[in-house]
């Protein structure tokens, strides 16, 4: 079966430090991948897909970038955080190459807290 | 502008009840909608999906309705548990583009709470 790992769970850190947040994807292969943040009180915003590796788009513009190494891992970085980077981090996978429809499935997330 | 609206922020509902979370939609072009279940401290988890040809998906004690005209689709659990107590988001997309990755819409997410 599929699994999804997002480290670290939680995260506090200094205004103007860099960021790297890992997610890796177990039991599959040529996976999308997605990253979104949760703002409180507010749904799931898109932030980065990907459907191979090194072929990153971005939805909207901002202080963080994404990568893609390897086929099942996706980062997420900043080289300098804000205060309004805090926020709760979700990576996504989904089936690539269907045309059907296919859900997105989640990791557990991290929390960003930006001091 | 907020395509997927989930007006109620919150729900309760006694066991062995019937809960009835709602979700409303601008964007015409959506045509894949699904629900996801959220625990605190966790990620969303996938819980049913439908797609605009059908006006209703049944999965166990989950049914999603969808009504096209009115841009409105529903969460019915029967019977509800206490372990279904959690956030369920309603979600959205177009569809997918090449290569079957898609732009998801997500609500804001309603807070259920089913009462023993």
């Known amino acids: 079966s599929q699994t999804i790992h997002q480290w670290p769970a939680t995260l506090v850190q200094p205004v103007g430090s860099p960021l790297s947040l890992e997610c890796t994807v177990e039991?599959?292969?040529?996976?999308?991948l997605y990253w979104y943040r949760q703002a409180a009180g507010r749904g799931l915003q898109l932030l980065f897909y990907s459907v191979g590796i090194g072929q990153i788009s971005s939805e909207v513009p901002q202080n963080l970038s994404a990568s893609r190494p390897q086929d099942r891992q996706f980062i997420l970085s900043s080289k300098k955080l804000l205060l309004s980077d805090s926020g709760f981090y979700l990576c996504?996978?989904?089936?690539?190459?269907?045309?059907?429809?296919?859900?997105?499935?989640f990791g557990d997330g991290t929390r960003l807290s930006i001091l | 502008d907020q395509q997927v609206k989930q007006n109620s922020p919150s729900l309760s509902v006694q066991e062995g009840r019937i809960s009835i979370l709602n979700c409303d939609y601008t964007n015409s072009m959506f045509d894949y909608f699904l629900w996801y279940k959220k625990y605190p401290a966790e990620g969303p988890t996938f819980l049913i999906s439908i797609s605009s040809i059908k006006d209703k998906n049944e999965d166990g004690r989950f049914t999603v309705f969808l009504n096209k005209s009115a841009k409105h689709l529903s969460l019915h659990i029967v019977p509800s548990q206490p372990g279904d107590s959690a956030v369920y988001f309603c979600?959205?997309?177009?569809?997918?583009?090449?290569?079957?990755?898609?732009?998801?819409?997500f609500g804001t997410g309603t807070k259920l709470q089913v009462i023993p």
């Open positions: 979600a959205a997309s177009p569809g997918p583009y090449s290569g079957g990755y898609q732009k998801v819409t």
């Open positions: 996504a996978w989904s089936v690539r190459g269907s045309e059907g429809n296919q859900p997105q499935h």
């Open positions: 039991g599959t292969s040529n996976p999308n």
